[in-house]
């Protein structure tokens, strides 16, 4: 049966190493995405990925147990996209004007490959999301994404279940309002 | 009074239960009192279909891009969709890429050996957290004095020239190209003494690197301590959940 996250914790706090890589590669790929679709920047969510395990592991003396290894660590990408976020709210507004007017012209140009359509509206998607309030933005993508139940999200975000909820229903409300004229 | 005229929920409660609704994480009791509302209220069901589709709509991102490595279809954890786009390589290689960057701040020794990935703290005498810098530091003096000797061999050299061509100069051309020489003499001497002075700064800032790196060490070392110290308690609880 494999080991459970704090019995990896736990290992590791006994000087067993081999924990760290298991913990790491446990949550590498989930730690990853949740920056990625948070700042939808690759590189950016990679740095993130990266300094978020540095920092629970290097903290890991500080981690009590009594929320979940994941909630602890997530709770720490979220933190890092947040602190992204505020240092580079001016510059992304000018890159944002960028990628969207590209985006424009991708849309605009004749369509070749295999699947453009299905391309084009997960772009679509992928944009209705990136414009969502941070706050209902942080919501979807937990509940939607990574499958986190409304009580996990509360705990990472530290906020009432009920305004998780809240987050979610307006989210959802703000992107059927930008897609309505997707047809499904 | 009858029961569902007691759990009667308005519009307001029924739409802030909606996601949960959609996401099936109501309680079956909430569940039925919000069915039971959404029979009876077209603009809640309205609204619910809304919601509905907005989230049928949010599957149609299904990308997950990493930097510069190929994606192939996973599911490492089934119903985390955040999974479904990652690769197994890419999962290795930055997980090992993590640990080994994690591993090496900790102060702990990484190696493969016969297909096993070998992780040791650095009390292991076969492990030596800081071997780059402390092999630096062995080399120091050696390199010290090889780039001594290598100046000193270099600057007599430039002095017999030098000299010879002085002669050979004054004869020649007189005292304006001797003064000319002169000059360019002191020139290639104050190069080689910043030059000189330039592989001490390297020199200083190596090992003040490698005390830095030992300081470092120090505390991981103590930070290990101080995790092995809190050992018996954690340990003492967790065995009989282990065993079980």
């Known amino acids: 049966m494999a080991a459970t996250d704090n019995d990896l914790v736990e290992r590791i706090c006994r000087g067993d190493a081999a924990g760290l890589a298991l913990l790491a590669e446990r949550y590498d790929g989930e730690a990853y995405a949740l920056a990625y679709r948070l700042l939808q920047n690759a590189a950016t969510a990679e740095d993130i990925r990266q300094t978020a395990f540095l920092r629970a592991f290097g903290r890991l003396g500080e981690f009590n147990g009594r929320a979940a290894f994941s909630t602890w660590l997530f709770r720490i990408v979220i933190n890092l996209c947040r602190d992204w976020h505020r240092s580079q709210r001016v510059r992304e507004k000018v890159l944002q004007k960028a990628r969207d007017a590209h985006l424009q012209e991708q849309a605009a140009a004749p369509a070749t490959g295999d699947g453009p359509e299905e391309a084009e509206m997960g772009r679509r998607v992928a944009r209705a999301v990136r414009a969502l309030p941070r706050q209902a933005r942080e919501v979807v993508v937990m509940r939607h994404y990574m499958d986190l139940k409304f009580t996990e999200i509360a705990e990472i975000l530290e906020t009432p279940v009920s305004t998780v909820k809240s987050r979610m229903a307006v989210g959802l409300k703000l992107l059927r309002d930008s897609l309505e004229d997707i047809q499904l | ?244």
Request: hydrophobic share 40%; glycine share 4%; with cysteine.
């Open chain 2, 1 to 244: 009074m009858s029961g569902s005229s007691e759990t009667q929920m308005n519009c307001e409660t029924v739409r802030e239960e909606l996601p949960a609704l959609l996401y099936d994480e109501l309680e079956d009791t909430v569940r039925q009192r919000v069915e039971e509302h959404l029979r009876q209220c077209e603009a809640c069901r309205a609204e619910l279909t809304g919601y509905r589709r907005a989230m049928h709509m949010l599957d149609e991102w299904s990308e997950v891009e990493r930097p510069s490595q190929p994606r192939r279809e996973r599911a490492i954890r089934p119903g985390r969709r955040g999974w479904r786009r990652v690769g197994p390589a890419v999962v290795g290689a930055a997980a090992a890429a993590i640990a080994f960057a994690v591993l090496s701040l900790l102060g702990l020794s990484v190696s493969y050996n016969e297909g096993r990935l070998l992780l040791t703290f650095g009390s292991s005498p076969d492990v030596r957290p800081g071997a780059p810098d402390e092999a630096f530091a062995e080399h120091l003096p050696a390199l010290r004095t090889a780039v001594q000797e290598a100046m000193d061999t270099r600057i007599a050299t430039l002095l017999e020239g030098l000299e010879t061509d002085l002669v050979e100069i004054v004869n020649a051309e007189g005292q304006r190209q001797l003064l000319l020489v002169h000059a360019l003499d002191q020139r290639r001497e104050t190069d080689l003494r910043q030059f000189a002075a330039a592989v001490d700064v390297l020199v200083q800032r190596q090992e003040e690197e490698t005390q830095r790196a030992q300081r470092f060490q120090a505390d991981m070392m103590a930070w290990r301590t101080s995790m092995e110290n809190r050992l018996p308690q954690t340990t003492d609880k967790q065995e009989p959940k282990e065993k079980s």
